[in-house]
């Protein structure tokens, strides 16, 4: 068994205040890099090893377009998204399947509810059953299919760690992150997930957070292009409401959340945040690595509190507000 960062690594990086009262503590690692690149700040251990689950699309959909898969705009948005499976986000995703002779029955993620609620409500009252364009992960899977089809590889068998999409990806990693990848598990959706360091996803982040479009280096390219349709399309990243589309809106940044509580933001300058919490909460990710974007001086004190009023920070009693979940003492 490998040892990821423990109890003993992590410092606090948010609380929950209830009256105030100290109700919960989540602990974790963070890493700051400045806009060149520098660690200019390290909370925790972050040189341990994590899976960085969806965090990792952005690389992934940076490989899937240098295999070859055409894609653009709106399209290579969702490419990178952990979608909340709305109507529209299936339209999209749809069409890039259409676009490469695919459709739904080629898509190796599992079939769920959509994760939004009124979309989800609708397909009950219409007998709907789970499908798997509605999978949040779904538009990385038809990048991956179109990679395939763009290269002549076989689309059976894509998720298997030595497709030769799979071995790309991996390359890819390994050259964004300057690490060699330390173990492969299976994400949720069913593709290869590899384990890196916390420092090694900030190097990929801020290498792809600061790209330019105009680099020589086709590599830098995409990652510049991809940046650019992120931020022309937040509501493809996760949906109305949702917290990293919330983030890309009101400030501007380059934001992409993983399960188990990883979180990546790079500010418009370039300043790159990577964080995770020990425990896998997902409620503090977006105000913590804001706030730090905002200790390093990448964001204003007022880009914070316009991005807190509208990010699901509140506690609540008896209906009220009593509380709020905030960055910790560490941040």
């Given at each position: 068994m490998l040892e990821t960062f423990t109890v003993a690594d992590a410092v606090e990086l948010a609380v929950v205040e209830r009256s105030g009262f100290i109700e919960s503590r989540h602990a974790g690692s963070a890493i700051v890099l400045s806009p060149d690149g520098d660690v200019v700040?390290?909370?925790?251990?972050?040189?341990?090893?994590?899976?960085?689950?969806?965090?990792?699309?952005?690389?992934?959909?940076?490989?899937?377009?240098?295999?070859?898969?055409?894609?653009?705009?709106?399209?290579?948005?969702?490419?990178?998204?952990?979608?909340?499976?709305?109507?529209?986000?299936?339209?999209?995703?749809?069409?890039?399947?259409?676009?490469?002779?695919?459709?739904?029955?080629?898509?190796?993620?599992?079939?769920?509810?959509?994760?939004?609620?009124?979309?989800?409500?609708?397909?009950?009252?219409?007998?709907?059953?789970?499908?798997?364009?509605?999978?949040?992960?779904?538009?990385?899977?038809?990048?991956?299919?179109?990679?395939?089809?763009?290269?002549?590889?076989?689309?059976?068998?894509?998720?298997?760690?030595?497709?030769?999409?799979?071995?790309?990806?991996?390359?890819?990693?390994?050259?964004?992150?300057?690490?060699?990848?330390?173990?492969?598990?299976?994400?949720?959706?069913?593709?290869?997930?590899?384990?890196?360091?916390?420092?090694?996803?900030?190097?990929?982040?801020?290498?792809?957070?600061?790209?330019?479009?105009?680099?020589?280096?086709?590599?830098?390219?995409?990652?510049?292009?991809?940046?650019?349709?992120?931020?022309?399309?937040p509501w493809t990243i996760e949906g109305p409401g949702r917290a990293d589309t919330i983030a890309i809106e009101t400030l501007g940044v380059f934001a992409k959340s993983g399960a188990e509580g990883i979180m990546t933001m790079v500010a418009p300058d370039g300043t790159t945040v990577v964080l995770k919490m020990l425990d896998g909460g997902a409620r503090a990710l977006v105000i913590v690595a804001a706030t730090l974007l905002a200790r390093a001086g990448a964001l204003s004190e007022a880009d914070l509190a316009t991005l807190a009023n509208a990010l699901p920070l509140a506690v609540l009693g008896g209906g009220s507000d009593v509380g709020m979940i905030r960055p910790g003492a560490a941040v």
């Open positions: 700040r390290r909370l925790g251990n972050p040189d341990a090893l994590v899976l960085p689950r969806s965090s990792l699309k952005p690389l992934q959909a940076i490989a899937c377009v240098t295999a070859g898969a055409e894609l653009a705009g709106e399209q290579l948005a969702i490419s990178t998204a952990s979608h909340v499976g709305t109507d529209r986000h299936v339209d999209l995703v749809r069409e890039i399947l259409t676009a490469g002779g695919l459709t739904e029955d080629d898509l190796g993620c599992p079939s769920t509810w959509p994760r939004d609620t009124g979309t989800r409500d609708e397909l009950v009252r219409e007998h709907g059953q789970p499908t798997r364009i509605r999978m949040d992960c779904s538009g990385k899977h038809a990048a991956m299919l179109r990679a395939c089809v763009a290269t002549g590889w076989p689309t059976e068998g894509y998720l298997h760690p030595s497709h030769p999409l799979q071995l790309h990806i991996r390359e890819v990693v390994e050259r964004l992150s300057g690490e060699k990848i330390a173990h492969t598990a299976v994400d949720g959706c069913g593709a290869p997930i590899h384990a890196i360091t916390l420092a090694g996803l900030g190097r990929a982040i801020h290498r792809i957070g600061s790209a330019s479009e105009r680099s020589p280096f086709a590599l830098h390219r995409v990652a510049g292009t991809l940046v650019r349709a992120v931020k022309e399309n």
